[in-house]
């Protein structure tokens, strides 16, 4: 199972509104005999790509499988027939499918006469693919919140100056993380302030990567330039207005419908590269399901903060992190963070 894991990771941020998918076929001695991995949208499953290469000797075998094959006929047939069709005789699973369109993989499999596991590793195999499980949930994206910092916690100068607070071995990083999402989401004033680009690409040589997430510019009042670079053709760009999708009470975009729309859109991870008014906004509603900080080792005492208001207003009411990973990138500090549950 955690060579299925790790197979299904490098679907990251390709198969969307599809889920990251790992396979491992093993023959009737234990051998392992084929792998693959849900490489796009509308291409062949983890399980056919593992069956293909296995052959005949899938027959009387076992398939390891990060999630429930499918049982539903799209783009592609269902995997759980595919997998009675190759002589499968026993399938370990670790997460069951959400999604009421594709699951019943289990329970066709065993209709069939095949042995089925599940759970196994699951808790691994759900992190690997926690932004398209949660979104599938509850019916919108996952949103992680990314950010880059001085120590003391500003996003610019005094002057208004942001480049460059990290590293290049940071912005490189960033760059990655963008390459595993589907869509990238600032607000109009990022735009109005560094004339943003907001594709994932290699920064030595300035080439784009094939695939580039959906670019999201919240803009209520549309003022987003007509020769912004993020207009530029490169990716696929949605200026937001609240004429699109409708306003809050505070007369800005609608921060729930919003994702709602791009949910709609096919997208199932976020990644929300501020600024400080609009990150605040979806912390303030609730909307953040993951944090990663970049923070320099830099101080300027004064300038923009990296957020604004969130709605809080007393140390009561702070928004209480967990820490998941700390880690070096050059100069710089990579945080990651998850909102904690509060209770009631």
């Known amino acids: 199972m955690c060579r299925a894991i790790a197979l299904a990771a490098r679907g990251l941020g390709t198969t969307s509104p599809n889920p990251v998918v790992g396979c491992v076929i093993l023959d009737s001695a234990g051998e392992a005999v084929g792998e693959g991995f849900h490489a796009y949208a509308g291409g062949p499953h983890a399980e056919i790509v593992a069956l293909a290469q296995a052959g005949d000797r899938a027959r009387g075998g076992t398939a390891v499988v990060t999630l429930e094959p499918c049982d539903h ?18 399938v370990v699973i670790a997460v069951a499918d959400p999604n009421p ?3 019943g993989g289990v329970k066709r499999l065993r209709q069939g006469g095949v042995e089925v596991v599940t759970g196994v590793r ?19 994206p996952y949103v992680i919140w990314k950010y880059a910092a ?11 100056t942001s480049m460059w607070i990290t590293s290049e071995a940071a912005r490189m990083d960033v760059h990655k993380l ?18 943003s680009r907001l594709t994932a690409r290699n920064l030595r040589d300035g080439t784009l990567n094939i695939r580039q997430p959906l670019r999201v510019v919240v803009d209520s009042a549309g003022r987003t330039p007509e020769k912004a670079r993020v207009r530029d053709g ?11 999708v409708g306003a809050g009470p505070d007369g800005r975009v609608d921060l729930a419908a919003l994702l709602a729309g791009l949910y709609d859109r ?3 991870a976020v990644l929300l590269e501020g600024g400080p008014t609009l990150s605040g906004g979806f912390l303030a509603a609730g909307l953040i399901d993951k944090i990663i900080g970049y923070v320099a080792p830099k101080l300027l005492g004064a300038g923009s903060p990296a957020l604004a208001d969130a709605g ?13 990973e700390i880690t070096q990138v050059g100069p710089d500090l990579r945080f990651t963070a998850v909102p904690r549950k509060r209770e009631g």
């Open 312 to 324: 809080v207003h007393t140390i009561a009411e702070a928004i209480d992190l967990d820490y998941t």
């Open 234 to 244: 490169a990716a696929p760009t949605w200026v937001v207005t609240a004429a699109d």
């Open 150 to 160: 001085t120590l003391d916690g500003r996003s610019a100068a005094i002057d208004g």
């Open 122 to 140: 699951e808790a691994e195999a759900e992190q690997g693919n926690i932004a398209w499980l949660t979104a599938v949930r509850r019916g919108w």
């Open 266 to 268: 096919g997208i199932r």
């Open 73 to 90: 006929t799209g783009r592609t047939g269902p995997c759980s027939a595919a997998l009675i069709r190759a002589g499968v005789s026993r």
């Open 178 to 195: 963008r390459s595993t999402v589907d869509a990238v989401v600032v607000g109009v004033g990022t735009i109005l302030a560094d004339d």
């Open 101 to 103: 369109l594709a699951r």
